[in-house]
């Protein structure tokens, strides 16, 4: 579970636990069996990222917020709840600042 | 340096006068392995894609319906450029924004349908479009379209696909 670099969550505010991530509508991605393929259809840009981004990614579509996703994310990869959630906010710090995902807060109350 | 050869067959060609310049027919690849040290101008037709014969060991490639460029090319060879036609696959390629997408995402594998569903467009206009692409890339299938695409070496590269300048 590791990202392209670090990302200081502290900097990006937009990018909580209780955010709920998705994918535009110009943003299509596959997953292959070594990697998860992003396209930017604004851009014509494609993002590779590993299997586990790939299976962030569609635990993000599946189940809404950060922090959903990354207490899934914790029992399938058998970490800590704390590794996952960071893991997770990272990631989608990186997606939301390459304008992959939309990120918004989670309005379910 | 002088020229050996003119839009001839190098079959003949002493191996000594190698330091030479030779246009030729013949494919580039065979020419280098007997002239090591040569500049080769590969004749072709038009269409042929540059990037590979030049991989192959050509230094300039021209159109053979295209005579005063033979001339042009030999003396830009000689004196040590390289040269392709402007037409080349590997220069720009006339595709349209729509049809980047569309070839993108066939790329990845996406269906007709897919494609359609993803872009609001029937799948009719995704047809009309590839169809469009496939002409520009002078391929006849999404496989050879992709293939051609992925192949950075002899191939175009994803990079064509590029819809943004800075990207």
Request: glycine share 8%; hydrophobic share 40%; aromatic share 2%.
């Amino acid at each position: 579970m590791t990202t392209a670099r670090g990302v200081n969550v502290a900097d990006n505010a937009s990018v909580l636990l209780s955010s709920r991530a998705s994918v535009p509508n110009h943003i299509v991605y596959r997953s292959f069996v070594n990697e998860t393929v992003i396209l930017n259809l604004e851009t014509g840009r494609y993002h590779g990222i590993n299997t586990t981004g790939g299976r962030i990614l569609e635990l993000l579509e599946r189940e809404g917020t950060l922090a959903a996703a990354a207490a899934r994310l914790a029992e399938e990869y058998d970490r800590t709840l704390e590794e996952a959630q960071r893991h997770v906010i990272e990631f989608c710090n990186e997606l939301h600042e390459r304008g992959l995902i939309a990120v918004s807060p989670d309005d379910r109350g | 340096m002088r020229v050996v050869a003119q839009v001839a067959s190098a079959r003949d060609l002493d191996p000594a006068q190698a330091r030479g310049l030779v246009v030729t027919t013949e494919a580039p690849a065979d020419v280098r392995r007997r002239l090591p040290a040569a500049r080769i101008v590969a004749v072709v037709a038009r269409g042929t894609p540059s990037r590979r014969l030049l991989l192959e060991g050509a230094d300039g490639v021209v159109n053979d319906d295209d005579g005063y460029a033979v001339t042009a090319a030999a003396t830009a060879v000689a004196a040590g450029l390289v040269v392709t036609p402007r037409d080349g696959r590997s220069s720009r390629n006339g595709l349209t924004g729509r049809e980047k997408q569309i070839l993108a995402m066939i790329v990845l594998g996406f269906s007709n349908r897919a494609i359609s569903q993803q872009l609001h467009v029937t799948e009719s206009t995704v047809k009309s479009h590839l169809s469009s692409a496939f002409r520009k890339l002078r391929v006849r299938s999404r496989n050879e379209a992709a293939a051609l695409l992925m192949d950075a070496q002899n191939g175009l590269g994803l990079g064509i696909l590029a819809l943004s300048e800075e990207s």
